[in-house]
Every structure is written in C-alpha cells, then in structure tokens.
C-alpha cells in the first residue's frame, strides 16, 4: 500500500490540525493504520493507532484527549485530529498501515510538519 499524508502546517498554540492519509489500492480495509512522529533531534514516536474497521484506537499519553485518529474506509483515507495543540506536537508526522500477516508497521508514507507556536 502506498500512503501519502497531508494537512501539516503552522497553527499556534490552542489551535487544531486535521491531518489525512490517502492509501492507495482496493484492500485498505485489512490495514491497522497508525500515525507517528518524529520532532526535531528526536526519535520517531508512535502517536495513535486504529483498528481495521475502526472500532478500537488507541493512543499515545501525551495526546490523549486532544487528539483523535478515525478513518474513512470507503475513502481509502485515515485522519487525525489535533486540538489544543501545543508546541512540543512540532514535528513531521508520518501515517503507516499494518498488513494482516504482520505485527508491525511495514508501510510508511511521506511526513507532513506540523508546526506549533508559541
């Protein structure tokens, strides 16, 4: 699957983002999806994962209840919510799917920045 995320940019601090994710192919449906980040001189970070239909997400403590990640299978396309944004959500954010046959995220699209300021 081939993924490409989208909707990154410059808000100040308070404010909200709305991230996508297009995949591409007909079996997007079977995918785990999932969003990351990685921050200036740090390591990429896992920041919310969804189920295959959706119906279970979890997610990384420091975005619990600003954030949420949903997805839109007939659509081909996973989001991600951002409110009450803070600068240290700065970063590139990156979506990645998880196939049937694996336990980790083996796909990954482009990052988008997401730029918090103060």
Same mark, same amino acid.
């Given at each position: 699957?081939?993924?490409?995320?989208?909707? =990154?940019?410059?808000? !100040? $601090?308070? +404010?909200?983002? %709305?991230?996508?994710? #297009?995949?591409?192919? @007909? &079996?997007?449906?079977?995918?785990?999806? =999932?969003?990351?980040? !990685? $921050?200036? +001189?740090?390591? %990429?970070?896992?920041? #919310?994962?969804?189920? @295959? &239909?959706?119906?279970?997400?979890?997610?990384?403590?420091?975005?619990?209840?600003?954030?949420?990640?949903?997805?839109?299978?007939?659509?081909?396309?996973?989001?991600?919510?951002?409110?009450?944004?803070?600068?240290?959500?700065?970063?590139?954010?990156?979506?990645?799917?998880?196939?049937?046959?694996?336990?980790?995220?083996?796909?990954?699209?482009?990052?988008?920045?997401?730029?918090?300021?103060?």
């Amino acid at each position: 699957v081939q993924l490409q995320a989208s909707g =990154g940019g410059l808000v !100040q $601090a308070g +404010g909200s983002l %709305r991230l996508s994710c #297009a995949a591409s192919g @007909r &079996t997007f449906s079977t995918y785990i999806m =999932g969003w990351f980040r !990685q $921050a200036p +001189g740090k390591e %990429r970070e896992f920041v #919310a994962r969804i189920s @295959r &239909t959706g119906g279970s997400t979890t997610y990384a403590d420091s975005v619990k209840d600003r954030f949420t990640i949903s997805r839109d299978n007939g659509k081909n396309t996973v989001y991600l919510q951002m409110n009450s944004l803070k600068p240290e959500d700065t970063a590139v954010y990156y979506c990645a799917a998880m196939d049937l046959y694996s336990n980790s995220f083996g796909s990954w699209g482009r990052g988008t920045l997401v730029t918090v300021s103060s």
